[in-house]
């Protein structure tokens, strides 16, 4: 079955830079396009960046754009998210995101925490 394994959050300072990444297995993933999101406390989950099947096109939201970078290893099933001058306003729990066949699947998700 499908599978979405996020890992790399914890704590940074503002103005740091930290990556996540996400593992995924059960499904063909060079054939789907991958997905970032994140929920802070209190809020709606947000899409945050999306990459194409073959990684050569993707999007961020506005509010990380110039911060945050998606790619993907197709060779080896990984989409990462890179994010640099953090702010504690991207604190939340970062989450990989799939469709399959109009289904959506979603990692345990990895907590991300930018504070001094």
């Known amino acids: 079955q499908v599978q979405l394994v996020e890992s790399g959050g914890g704590l940074v300072q503002p103005g740091g830079s930290l990556s996540v990444s996400c593992a995924a297995s059960g499904f063909s993933f060079s054939s789907y396009r991958m997905n970032w999101y994140r929920q802070a406390p209190g809020k709606e989950r947000e899409l945050v960046a999306t990459?194409?099947?073959?990684?050569?096109?993707?999007n961020v939201a506005d509010s990380v754009k110039g911060r945050f970078t998606i790619s993907r290893n197709n060779a080896h099933n990984t989409v990462r998210l890179r994010m640099m001058n953090l702010t504690p306003e991207d604190t939340a729990v970062y989450y990989c995101?799939?469709?399959?066949?109009?289904?959506?699947?979603w990692g345990q998700g990895t907590q991300v925490t930018v504070s001094s």
């Open positions: 990459i194409n099947d073959a990684g050569d096109y993707s």
């Open positions: 995101n799939v469709r399959v066949r109009l289904n959506d699947y």
